[in-house]
């Protein structure tokens, strides 16, 4: 079984790969998903900050800090 990312890349060729299989394949709107994904990650759990925004809804400023500036800070600091 598999859910959500990376799978979601993929599907259509383990569809052919296994014809047999039962998929159940679901679209959402991109902003919700990516919501719900940070927010249920452990890191920003834990996070006040992030939470907050998370639930500001602020997708821009989340996306910057999550594909930006957190990959840059283990880079140059070792985490």
Do not use: H
Not at 29 to 43: A, M, Q
């Amino acid at each position: 079984s598999a859910v959500d990312w990376p799978t979601c890349f993929y599907w259509q060729e383990l569809a052919e790969y296994y014809p047999d299989v039962k998929l159940i394949l679901t679209v959402r709107d991109k902003e919700r998903w990516y919501r719900s994904c940070i927010t249920g990650l452990n890191i920003y759990y834990y996070n006040p900050i992030m939470r907050l925004l998370a639930e500001w809804n602020v997708v821009e400023i989340m996306n910057f800090i999550a594909c930006e500036l957190l990959p840059k800070s283990l880079q140059e600091f070792g985490g």
